[in-house]
């Protein structure tokens, strides 16, 4: 499975982006597919989870009740629609694809799949 995510970009605090996922690969949907983020400095962390079939979701905390993921099998894509955006927000957003997504990484190589990230800049 190869990913690449897009939508990235500047948005001020309040705002929204939608960032897409295209993923290549007949196997896509038997994989849980989840968006991560790195913010300078920091470690990269968990933002959301969909399951291979759409069945099921699970948020980080911080983005709860603002951040909405989806997925579209027919298409081989997942979204994150990203609402109510602040500026701690700012960080590189990484999708990412496995039989299981952990919620919490030491290192990339707990994921087997990841696509280059994309920038999402909000300022205040």
């Known amino acids: 499975v190869q990913l690449q995510a897009s939508g990235g970009g500047l948005v001020q605090a309040g705002g929204s982006l939608r960032l897409s996922c295209a993923a290549s690969?007949?196997?896509?949907?038997?994989?849980?597919m989840g968006w991560f983020r790195q913010a300078p400095g920091k470690e990269r962390e968990f933002v959301a989870v969909v399951s291979w079939n759409g069945g099921s979701t699970d948020y980080a905390d911080s983005v709860k009740g603002r951040f909405t993921i989806s997925r579209d099998n027919a298409k081989n894509t997942v979204y994150l629609q990203m609402n109510s955006l602040k500026p701690e927000d700012t960080a590189v957003y990484y999708c990412a694809a496995d039989r299981s997504l952990p919620r919490v990484i030491r290192s990339t190589n707990d994921i087997r799949y990841w696509g280059k990230g994309t920038l999402v800049t909000v300022s205040s």
């Open positions: 690969g007949r196997t896509f949907s038997y994989y849980d």
